[in-house]
């Protein structure tokens, strides 16, 4: 890693599964959940299309809905949408995320 890259890790609560991951002037390039012996299990990035055959849109304003509370798990998967980074399916504990950040 460079060190013009950036990490932020979270604390995750169980049910959340929209993070706030804005850094000024730079992308998010890798995500990961962190283990108990902090071991990194990185997460797949997926394309708008994968994604929404996944989880419905709200009509009123274009953002993803809340699943169904059994739609919960360990996440595999997640999506980058503006400043919001979604997580699929959603946190059924709670985990540390770690998000790797990359200048523009």
Sequence with gaps: MSEAALTKHFNL?????????????????????VGLRHRPFPLRQVEASEFTALVPFDDKNGEPKEPAAV????PTLYFY???????WPVLLHAWRLKVDFAPR
């Design 81 to 87: 949408f503006g400043v919001s980074l979604y997580l």
């Design 13 to 33: 609560v169980r049910g959340q599964w929209r993070i706030n991951s804005s850094v000024p002037g730079f992308k998010v390039v890798a995500v990961a959940l």
């Design 71 to 74: 739609l919960h798990g360990l």
